[in-house]
């Protein structure tokens, strides 16, 4: 008996097998791709692998953890890589579906890969009647040596709460290129930030968190960093060299203005991106709040006139007010008169 001849396939070039493993696919597609197909706990580029002895964790190689945007490596401080098994933190508060945060974990963790077990989620849906966009998702994720990432988007429905925070997700991440999964890497186009908040009427608007603060020392060029990493519509700092109390805001994509009391240039360079310089009004509280209350303008930046302090009087994602002001201006347990709008502390 002759022995059988196993079967002769025909000859397969390199550039074929290559093309065949990893076709060409448009970023809508691949974002597609990697939110619905990968979950934790299977094989693929940020799940763990399948071992002879069980699964094997990832390597995350430290070079490929150095953060772009500074001069610190990280190559002896590194987020461990995602655990078998670790799951993304979720807290849920309000009526939500059942399958609320399973639906988050499987969104967010394809995108977050190894900083999965470092990410905490918060998915909201708010109580007061007559808000479009009740729900508001947010997600903080802490990369290496200290720097934290934030996205917050609000919607309508479960489903758009979940896709706009993984989109948002990944225009955050990009602030820090390298802490990006590689497939999504200048694949995606940037959107333009999140609409504001928008407000109850007039009349059931009232100050419902005050926030005690103590500014910072940093330069303009940091405090741009945390503006856009922390996913903020402004961020209260000390310039380093005028020792004032500052305000960054965001006008344009790139582009930037800080508002002072007193401006002063000494902080400011003749650089990239490009920077305003402009003096903050000065008013009180009510008028603020009055000013506000006419415009329906998403934020308000102020010096108050009996302290010369530097306030935000700003809308929130529940339709009320929130104020952001220094240590020698918002004094714990103040209160008002009953019944005024301008009632004390509130729930954060």
């Known amino acids: 008996m002759r022995p059988s001849v196993p079967p002769q396939h025909s000859p397969v070039s390199r550039r074929t097998r290559s093309r065949r493993a990893c076709p060409r696919r448009s970023p809508l597609k691949l974002l597609r791709m990697i939110v619905t197909r990968s979950a934790p706990g299977t094989a693929g580029t940020n799940g763990p692998v399948s071992g002879p002895n069980g699964p094997v964790p990832e390597r995350v190689s430290a070079a490929s953890l150095k953060l772009s945007g500074g001069n610190m490596s990280t190559q002896s401080q590194f987020a461990p890589p995602l655990r078998p098994g670790a799951s993304i933190p979720v807290s849920t508060a309000g009526i939500l579906p059942t399958d609320a945060a399973t639906a988050i974990r499987e969104h967010l963790a394809p995108i977050v890969g190894p900083w999965a077990a470092h990410s905490r989620v918060r998915l909201t849906r708010l109580a007061e009647p007559g808000l479009r966009r009740p729900l508001v998702a947010q997600v903080d994720v802490q990369l290496t040596a200290g720097r934290r990432v934030r996205a917050q988007v609000a919607a309508a429905t479960m489903s758009d709460a979940v896709g706009f925070l993984a989109s948002r997700t990944i225009e955050q991440l990009q602030v820090f290129p390298t802490a990006l999964a590689e497939c999504l890497r200048e694949r995606f186009t940037t959107a333009p930030p999140p609409s ?6 007039p009349s059931v608007r009232r100050i419902v968190r005050r926030k005690l ?12 960093v945390i503006l856009e990493a922390m996913d903020y519509r402004f961020h209260l700092f000390r310039e380093k060299y005028s020792r004032q109390d500052s305000m960054v805001v965001r006008t344009s994509p790139g582009r930037y203005r800080i508002i002072q009391p007193r401006p002063n240039p000494i902080g400011l360079e003749i650089t990239s991106p490009p920077i305003t310089l402009a003096a903050a009004e000065r008013r009180s509280l009510a008028d603020a709040t009055a000013k506000l209350d006419l415009t329906g303008a998403p ?7 009996s302290t010369g302090r530097l306030h935000a009087l700003y809308a929130r994602y529940d339709g009320h007010y929130g104020l952001l002001g220094c240590d020698a201006t918002i004094r714990p347990g103040f209160r008002r008169a009953a019944g005024d709008r301008l009632a004390g502390p509130g729930p954060s």
């Open 196 to 201: 504001p908040p928008e407000l109850l009427p």
């Open 213 to 224: 603060c103590r500014p910072a020392a940093m330069t303009v060029a940091d405090a741009i």
């Open 299 to 305: 934020v308000d930046i102020f010096t108050d006139k």
